[in-house]
């Protein structure tokens, strides 16, 4: 765990005790813990590996099975229709 003292404005203050009241957080750290790695998620995901992007290429090259509607799905992988 590491320890930050920080300036934060009035605005992101109030922000935080939404947050911490709204997911029941016990303080302000677990607040800004949350909505650091909320935002996190979205600024981390990591790019396409090239070899990924080969592999995905190659794959749509090969001969796609013709499924048609929802029956002949059911019907070609044994799935029983929920009624």
Do not use: W
């Not at 992101?12 to 607040?31: G, R």
């Amino acid at each position: 765990m590491v320890n930050a003292m920080i300036n934060i404005s009035k605005q992101a203050n109030q922000i935080l005790n939404i947050v911490k009241a709204k997911y029941d957080l016990k303080d302000k750290s677990a607040a800004i813990e949350r909505v650091v790695l909320e935002y996190g998620e979205d600024l981390m995901e990591p790019e396409l590996r090239p070899e990924f992007i080969e592999k995905m290429n190659r794959i749509e090259k090969q001969k796609h099975i013709k499924i048609g509607d929802l029956e002949n799905f059911r019907k070609r992988y044994g799935i029983k229709e929920d009624v």
